[in-house]
Each structure stands twice: as C-alpha cells, then as structure tokens.
C-alpha cells in the first residue's frame, strides 16, 4: 500500500520522471492501473501508454498506439512532447539506451533530450516512468528521477496465487490437493520472496512432480528460492545438512539460538516480540563457529545464504554499492532466511583507509544501515576471529541481538565433540578411554580434535591390525601441536577481551553440572561423560 500511495504522490505533484525498481512488469502495470483508478487522480484522468523498443507505444491490452514512428527511443521522446492530455508513459527496458559505455552514439542525445523534456513535463499533467530490474541513472539526471522499488507480493497475493492454483485443478480427479489452512499458511510463507512468476512457477512444478499439493512441498518452493540465489552471483546458497547434533558443548548459545527459534512466528509479533536480528561469534579459530551458522539454518529450516564480503567490491564507480544494495535485496527478497557472514573482519579490512576511495567505507554503511532497519526476517550469523579488526559500531544492539565468545572446548565438551567425530567414521566412543584421550588433547580446538582422530586413524590403518586404538588417539594427540600453544598470546588477549565484552557460548564448568542437558545432547550421549 505504501508503494502505491508513494506513486499517486509523485504523479499528483507532477514529478516528471519515476524510476520503477522491479522485474515484474506485468505485476507493475497491473499497479499503476490501480494507482491511476484511485480517486485523487480522477479529476484528471491520466491514458498509460507503454513503450517497448520492440512495438512503440501501446496500451495495457495490446493496442497499438504509435508503432514504428515511435520504436526509436528519440523518436518515442519526440512523442511523449508533442501527445496532448494528461497522460502516463511507462517505459520498459530504457535505461541501456542512457549508457554512453552500451550506447555510445546515441546516449548524448538522449540524455539531453530528456533534459529539455523535463520542463516540460512539469508544466503539464504527464509523468515519464522507467520500468528496470537495475538501478541506473545518468548523473545528468539525477536531480529529476524519482526511484522507487516495488516490493515483492504479500502475503495475500501469495495467498491468491495458491488458492487460484487450487481452484484451477480442482476438477481434475488426477490431481490431489491436501492442505489444511495450517499446510496453506506454510506454503504462502515459504512463497514470500518470490516474484508473483516465480511463485506460480514452483507451486506449478510441484503439482506436475507429485500430482498434487502437499504440505511437504514446501521443500519444493524452497529449491526455486535457491535458483534466485544463485542468480545473484554475490550470495551463496549453502546446503544447511548439518544440525545441533553436530555440534559438541556451546550450551549457552544452543538454548539462545532455541529461544530465538521461536520468536519468528506470528504468535511472538502478538506478544509484541521483533523478529530476531542476528548474533555474532566471535572466538578461536577452529571451534565451531561457522559449523553452528549451517546448524541454525537446518534446526529452523530455513535458506542459508553464505555472503561472501569480497565478492562486493568492483572496479567500476557505484559498482560495489550497487553489489551490496543487491545482495540485501536478494537476502530479504528470500527472507525468512539465515544469513551467514564468514570471516567478517578480513571483508571490512579497506575501512577507513582512504586508498579505495572510501568505497570500502561506504559499502559498510551500507550494511549497518541495512543491519537497523530491515523489516523482513533475515537472521544474520557473523562470525570472527580477530575482534581487534571489527569497527565497535558494528557490535552495538539494535544491529546484532548479542556477541557469543566461543572458547576452546571444556574437557567435557572435548568428550562429546570425539564422540560425534568417532561416530561418524562408525566407531563406538564405549571401546576407547575418553577420559586419556581428553587428558591428552588439552587446549585443543574442535577442528583440531577431528584431526587428530584423522591422524590416529591412519596411524591404525597402516598398522598390521588395522584396528584403532586409544593408544592411536593419544599417540595423535601428543605429536599435534595446538593453536592454543602456537598462538597463545593471542588467544589470551581474545579472552581477555571477551571477559566484559560477550557472554560465553559454553556453560561454564562450574555450571555444567546444575544445567539440565540440552535436548540435542540428551538425544546424542551414547554413554554418561563424567568429567
């Protein structure tokens, strides 16, 4: 409603030109139809026509208006002047003709007979509206183009596609439709972020694949989600296989990102809760940071979006705030969704420091602005290892919930991770002494503990008994040399900081005891850990 009450605005008080940010361009006049019925715009009622390099103008229906005089954009310009009475010219696809590095001949031209349109066009009842799915706009005109971004469908229209669909297949006995209201809500939320195309397209693929609609199509609408990621070419769409039971210790966090679960539904905006914003880890490296951005996604079901900062940065000027503003774009357009930023420091490394031109600072501000006032649910997972690098701005609350400190493992946390890592090469944690081989690895990181078990492994292997022992894992765990050890200075002022910087994502050992199991942890214990 806002969009439309914005554009009834513009073209009210005579902008001259409006810049629609969309791809949808049926959905688009479809709008603009509305807008021009409204009664505010009745006491002058504007005729849309709409142009195309292919046809000239014409009007919604397909009537030919101007065909061939009218297909050159100077020629549909000459046009858009000399048309008498009020009146909406919506142009699709324009802005190439305005690139001087596309349209080299001709882009002076037009450029300026925009110029002297303008006046114009202000002195008259007509308004000149570009319809692109990107931004782009001669500095020339910058000063009188008004953007404005069409948002994606809500939840209604989403709803009126599916029931449409059900309605459209109802009388064929072939065709199965099992959906209570509970089934259709999950299918028109799991639709959000999609173009009114794309949902009819995968909600089509679905009932061609089972014949029918079910509540498990949802999965289905899901993989349409991560072909628009992909095309994106910025974020990436990473399968999130992995879950919390994967994942040894970090108790706090665990029960944190629980709650936080549950604060995506309906029934939390009711109670007057905001939809979550995201958490940052920060901590040692190799202790499972990244490994619990994958888990959140899997135990939420949600889309894991991996946005790698680097990918941002381009030669050209505005390249690489066009990049960012995309990929937030193409984040929330596939919202509710997790998105992980890996590494954070080293893709804000340029701030501040004047080579790039400010780029990489503007870029920056581009995400904190992004990280207050987004308004769809994109829970954001930053991870890092070096705090000293990260600008303070960027930890306050309103941007990230809370800042997690993920240390290196207790020895009990040791004993769970070994036995998830022994688990998965199909050995029973039961047939070792895990309490020699925790003893043995103290300091050691998660991703430290997998290699040792790896090393011992071949140790086993190349031995005539080809059969792994304690005495393999230890033997391992004595020759590998920790970052704990290597790097301990550094290690130690991680710790130091993040004693009245963060909360720690372990129950403390002291704690450990008087906490109740998490339910993951309950689920996974083969045998009692008494450490």
Known sequence: MEFLNDLATYIR???????????????????????LRRPELQKHPRELLIWSISRGFTTPDGRVVAGDESRLPEQSLALVAKRKGPALFLFKDFHP???????????????????????????????????????????????????????LPAEAEYREILENIIQQVGNNPRVLVDLDEDAKDEIVKACQGLTRSEAENALAKALVSHEGLRREDVR?????????????????????????????????????LAQRNEAFTQKARDFGLPNPRGVMLVGVPGCGKSLCAKAVAAEWEKPL???????????????????????LEVAEGVAPAVLWIDELEKGLSGIGGGGDGGVATRVFGNLLTWMVEKTRPVFVVATANDISRLPPELLRKGRIDEV??????????????????LARRQRDSSEFD???????SDGFSGAELEELIIDALHAAFASAERRLTTAHLVDAARKLIPLSRSRRREI???????????????????????????DDASRRRQRRIDF
């Open 13 to 35: 008080a005579g902008y001259p030109i409006i810049n629609i940010l969309s791809s949808e361009e049926d959905r688009a006049i479809d709008r603009l139809e509305d807008v």
């Open 97 to 151: 003709y305005l690139d001087e590095k596309k349209n080299a001949q001709n882009a002076s031209l037009l450029i300026r007979l925009l110029r002297d349109l303008v006046p114009h066009l202000k002195g008259s009842l007509k308004t000149l509206v570009w319809l692109s799915p990107v931004q782009f706009i001669p500095p020339e005109l910058e000063k009188d183009v008004t953007i404005v971004d069409m948002p």
């Open 220 to 256: 289905a609408i899901l993989g349409e989600k991560e072909q628009i990621i992909r095309k994106s070419g910025i974020l990436e769409y990473t399968a999130s296989v992995e879950s919390f039971l994967s994942v040894g210790g970090l108790g706090n966090l665990k029960r944190w």
């Open 305 to 327: 979006l991996k946005f790698d900062l680097g990918r941002v940065f381009g030669s050209l000027v505005g390249e690489s705030e066009e990049r960012m503003r995309k990929a």
């Open 404 to 421: 997690f400190f993920v240390d290196l493992p207790t020895p009990r946390e040791r004993a769970e991770i070994l036995m998830i890592h």
């Open 434 to 440: 895990l309490r020699a081989i925790v003893d043995a």
């Open 492 to 518: 130690e002022l991680l710790r130091e900081w993040a004693r009245t910087n963060a909360r720690p994502a372990a129950i403390p050992p002291e704690e450990e005891g008087a906490q109740p199991p998490t």
